[in-house]
T-cell receptor
């Protein structure tokens, strides 16, 4: 029943490792996003895909690579993890062209890099 | 580029009282959308209320209402009859009408509700 689901919920890993976070939405939305929330609770957009096409790519290190196999899925792969990557990562979706639609968020993945 | 500012890092309110959280934004667009989200300790992001910029009437959802001042680029959230469950981080968000479908968030206000 969950509208936007992301896995895992928690991820603890060591510096230098590679990890992935998966996201799926069953709302039929065209647009999906990755946001990063740091320890000060700042929510910053990282990427956005519309119908599998990348439309937003903020100033994110190229160690972060999003992949959208279809419009219901948007995964985030992170290479060579660093301490500063520790944060909560939120996946979200919206209908895209429907301007008054809010973002629908997943429950977040807390990534801890040690 | 659009920016969203929440100047109150933290606010406190007594249970059953009213509190107003402020939000200002900067944009050159004439049409856009504004939202308030609540993030309780569970970290879930919950939509509280939304406002279309072309509507002069302020949005209301039960105990939550906004004071939207387009000329001043201000979008404050009023919570009436505050409850303990209202304690959370509150984020103001701006949604551009350009083709990127971008949502920009403020830095958040932590609301404490005192019993």
């Amino acid at each position: 029943d969950t509208a936007v689901s992301q896995t895992p919920k928690y991820l603890v890993t060591q510096m230098g490792n590679d990890k992935s976070i998966k996201c799926e939405q069953n709302l039929g939305h065209d647009t999906m996003y990755w946001y990063k929330q740091d320890s000060k609770k700042f929510l910053k957009i990282m990427f956005s895909y519309n119908n599998k096409e990348l439309i937003i790519n903020e100033t994110v290190p190229n160690r972060f690579s999003p992949k959208s196999p279809d419009k219901a899925h948007l995964n985030l792969h992170i290479n060579s993890l660093e301490l500063g990557d520790s944060a909560v990562y939120f996946c979200a979706s919206s209908p895209g062209s429907s301007y008054n639609s809010p973002l629908h968020f997943g429950n977040g993945t807390r990534l801890t890099v040690t | 580029a659009q920016t969203v500012t929440q100047s109150q890092p933290e606010m406190s309110v007594q249970e059953a009282e009213t509190v107003t959280l402020s939000c200002t934004y900067d944009t050159s667009e004439s049409d856009y959308y504004l939202f308030w989200y609540k993030q309780p300790p569970s970290r879930q992001m919950i939509l509280v209320i939304r406002q279309e910029a072309y509507k002069q009437q302020n949005a209301t959802e039960n105990r939550f209402s906004v004071n939207f001042q387009k000329a001043a680029k201000s979008f404050s959230l009023k919570i009436s009859d505050s409850q303990l469950g209202d304690a959370a981080m509150y984020f103001c968000a701006y949604r551009t009408t350009s083709g990127t479908y971008k949502y920009i968030f403020g830095t958040g206000t932590r609301l404490k509700v005192l019993a």
